[in-house]
T-cell receptor, first 109, second 111 residues
Framework: AQRVTQPEKLLSVFKGAPVELKCNYSYSGSPELFWYVQYSRQRLQLLLRHISRESIKGFTADLNKGETSFHLKKPFAQEEDSAMYYCALKNNAGNMLTFGGGTRLMVKP | ETGVTQSPTHLIKTRGQQVTLRCSSQSGHNTVSWYQQALGQGPQFIFQYYREEENGRGNFPPRFSGLQFPNYSSELNVNALELDDSALYLC??????????FGEGSRLTVL
């Protein structure tokens, strides 16, 4: 069975500090991983996906198959980064996503 | 371009009742997925519809059922409501297996 774990419910940092939101997964096949973000009073939206290897809003995430991790990183946090972040895994059999429990990021001024 | 819209935004039911939630997919999308998000948890996959056929189902009992219409809008029906069904129900549309676009959700409270 596939599973996504986000060990931190809440992560609080100061503006300008580095951020790392942890995500670990278990999946027997070749995973496709995503990060979704939900800003206050907005809908859930895609932040980035591992296959595109892009940087969005200064965030990057590298898939580490050896450690089964897909941590989200940003070198310098901004107050507008405060939001709920969800890591998600897509299986090979369709467009079903398995989400982690989410991490609330709070960036303090 | 119209995004994913869901109705109603909030509703309250009592145990044993039935509920229907509605979703209009984003223009051009032919696939709709439904997720249940309990308080403090991540969304959990219920099922997906592609061209009016169920195209995958998560670990939910048969009292959770759905429909997709020719215009690709969708309904989620839940029979014999239980207290644990209280949650935010999210609809997401996509073009096949492309990026999911989520609605704002319908918050169901079961008393």
């Amino acid at each position: 069975a596939q599973r996504v774990t986000q060990p931190e419910k809440l992560l609080s940092v100061f503006k300008g500090a580095p951020v790392e939101l942890k995500c670990n997964y278990s999946y027997s096949g070749s995973p496709e991983l995503f990060w979704y973000v939900q800003y206050s009073r907005q809908r859930l939206q895609l932040l980035l996906r591992h296959i595109s290897r892009e940087s969005i809003k200064g965030f990057t995430a590298d898939l580490n198959k050896g450690e089964t991790s897909f941590h989200l990183k940003k070198p310098f946090a901004q107050e507008e980064d405060s939001a709920m972040y969800y890591c998600a895994l897509k299986n090979n059999a369709g467009n079903m996503l398995t989400f982690g429990g989410g991490t609330r990021l709070m960036v303090k001024p | 371009e119209t995004g994913v819209t869901q109705s109603p935004t909030h509703l309250i039911k009592t145990r044993g009742q039935q509920v229907t939630l509605r979703c209009s997919s984003q223009s051009g999308h032919n696939t709709v997925s439904w997720y249940q998000q309990a308080l403090g948890q991540g969304p959990q996959f219920i099922f997906q519809y592609y061209r009016e056929e169920e195209n995958g189902r998560g670990n939910f009992p048969p009292r959770f059922s759905g429909l997709q219409f020719p215009n690709y809008s969708s309904e989620l029906n839940v029979n014999a409501l239980e207290l644990d069904d209280s949650a935010l129900y999210l609809c997401a549309s996509s073009l096949g297996e492309g990026e999911l676009f989520f609605g704002e959700g319908s918050r169901l409270t079961v008393l």
